[in-house]
């Protein structure tokens, strides 16, 4: 399974990758993607929503289930993958890349030491 | 993210092809009791469903519950407990029928093969099996005669446009030939496989009932003389999505002990002339009146996906909810059943849906929402 080293991740199958030192882009895993299906509808936040680590702030959909999307961590909506509203199927092919879901800036950078390296993501899924 | 699952707590059963399954890598679920495929690794729900519209699918339906009533009288025997007309089947004839509560509320929908003058296989829902023997026992006229040879049975269906060559390729015989509705007997290496041509996914294609010892053997055959022409096996993901293309009814959703088979749009199946059976009289009532409510279809105007309890909402009030929801692989679009006042029923009307809170335009429209060239 694709769980790259240079990026940050959760329990939930979220992944953060650090833009500066407090803007980060998140998506879902490559594990959290195969889990789920092939994704045909994405729910995302709206730019400049609040959010706080550990809200619901959409969902993705496969054909047969419906997962909710985390904030992995605080901060404010900078801008959403809107690419995916006609394109959900960016999340399967990409996860790490023209899949991501969000940007944030953030409240309080200090969360992303909450946050598990990918090795201990991976060492997650395979308990999983 | 997280994915809500259903219980996983109690001790899941397995049917004969687990084994299978799990070798061809099939995800499995915990569904009514059973531990079964949801969807196969490398394949996935909109893989199989194609297969199946396309080729040919395979599916193990080993836990669904087969009840055989026989013997003197067993004819009077059915028909009192069905809706359907059961005296005008003959032998080797099959019928869709419900059970209901004197009430007129749906115990379950179940087919009915007359396998000979006095013996009749019932094959009902696996979350049902306990309740239908039971509902059937305080009924039957003679409750001894209510047996319960789920155990007895193993049960694969083979659902698509290639079912029949796949079939005669491995086990000849009449059914190959035959349109829906009709069950005969075949022979696989010795072993006598009961072959019905019915099934829950609109394309031609047959449900087999084998002993539980040869379903591995019938499962490989199938597979090995269906593959190469595209067939596959198929999980519960994708059986759910073809039955809801076309708008077959999955008890627990669209059938409830509290909703009537003319709300569940399966009055076809209920007769009423001539017959005396569970239900009769709050049924005539029922059909005489007219249904207060109606199962609908709905597409989605606005964006979303309307799925099972969503709430439907008309002129800002809650006045049905959503029983099955889902995107169509078929179209590409999602799809839902509805069970709505008889005024909101028309096709044509919109009406809104309560998506986790965000309000979603729908449209009811014409059922099947998937029509099947040569399906049955």
Same mark, same amino acid.
């Given at each position: ?128 | ?145 209510? =047996?319960? #040879?789920?155990?007895?049975? +193993?049960?694969? *269906?083979?659902?698509?446009? !290639?079912?029949?060559?796949? $079939?005669?390729? @491995? ?106 059976? =569970?239900? #009769?009289?709050?049924?005539? +009532?029922?059909? *005489?009146?007219?249904?207060? !409510?109606?199962?609908?279809? $709905?597409?989605? @105007? ?75």
């Amino acid at each position: 399974m694709n769980v790259p080293n240079d990026l940050l991740y959760t329990e939930e199958h979220e992944w953060v990758r650090k833009e500066s030192d407090d803007t980060v882009v998140i998506g879902i895993t490559a594990f959290a993607a195969e889990q789920l299906g092939a994704v045909v509808y994405v729910e995302l936040p709206a730019e400049g929503d609040a959010v706080a680590k550990g809200d619901s702030v959409g969902q993705v959909e496969s054909t047969k289930s419906v997962s909710d999307i985390y904030a992995p961590l605080s901060g404010t909506v900078l801008e959403v993958n809107s690419a995916l509203e006609d394109a959900p199927e960016q999340i399967n092919a990409g996860p790490y890349e023209d899949g991501w879901l969000f940007k944030l800036r953030l409240e309080s950078p200090a969360e992303l030491e909450e946050l598990m390296p990918g090795q201990a993501y991976a060492d997650h899924i395979a308990d999983d | 993210m997280t994915e809500a699952t259903q219980d996983a707590g109690a001790t899941l059963r397995r049917t004969p092809l687990y084994a299978a399954h799990v070798r061809a890598g099939g995800q499995m679920v915990p569904f009514a009791g059973w531990d079964m495929p949801v969807q196969y690794k490398g394949a996935g729900l909109e893989v199989e469903h194609r297969a199946t519209r396309e080729a040919a699918g395979l599916f193990d339906v080993s836990h669904m519950g087969e009840v055989v009533i026989e013997g003197p009288g067993a004819e009077d025997e059915v028909d009192r407990l069905v809706t359907a007309d059961v005296r005008r089947l003959g032998d080797g004839d099959a019928t869709y029928a419900l059970l209901c509560h004197p009430d007129g509320g749906v115990v379950d929908d179940l087919y009915v093969y007359r396998l000979g003058a006095e013996r009749f296989l019932l094959v009902v829902n696996a979350a049902n099996v306990d309740k239908d023997v039971a509902h059937m026992k305080a009924h039957a006229a003679d409750p001894a005669r209510i =047996v319960d #040879r789920s155990d007895d049975f +193993a049960q694969i *269906a083979l659902q698509g446009p !290639r079912a029949a060559e796949i $079939l005669a390729a @491995v086990a000849d015989g009449e059914a190959c030939d035959l349109p829906r509705n009709h069950i005969r007997v075949h022979d696989f290496r010795g072993a006598p496989l009961l072959v019905a041509t019915t099934g829950y996914t609109g394309e031609a294609g047959f449900e087999i009932y084998t002993p539980p010892e040869v379903a591995e053997d019938l499962w490989n055959a199938l597979l090995q003389a269906g593959e190469p022409l595209g067939a596959r096996p198929v999980g519960l993901g994708a059986r759910d999505t073809l039955r809801l293309e076309m708008a077959y009814a999955l008890y627990g959703h669209e059938l409830r002990d509290d909703i009537n088979p003319y709300e569940g749009r399966v009055g076809w199946a209920v007769k009423l002339d001539g017959r005396d059976f =569970v239900g #009769r009289d709050a049924l005539t +009532a029922i059909r *005489a009146e007219g249904a207060s !409510r109606r199962l609908v279809g $709905l597409h989605m @105007v606005d964006r979303g996906i309307a799925r099972a309890g969503y709430p439907v909402v008309y002129e800002g009030a809650v006045v049905g909810e959503i029983t099955s929801g889902t995107q169509s692989p078929s179209l590409g679009q999602p799809i839902a059943l509805a069970l709505v006042p008889k005024a909101l029923a028309k096709v044509g009307t919109t009406v809104d849906v309560d998506v986790r809170g965000r309000t979603r335009r729908a449209e009811v429209v014409r059922l099947p929402f998937l029509t099947v060239p040569g399906g049955k």
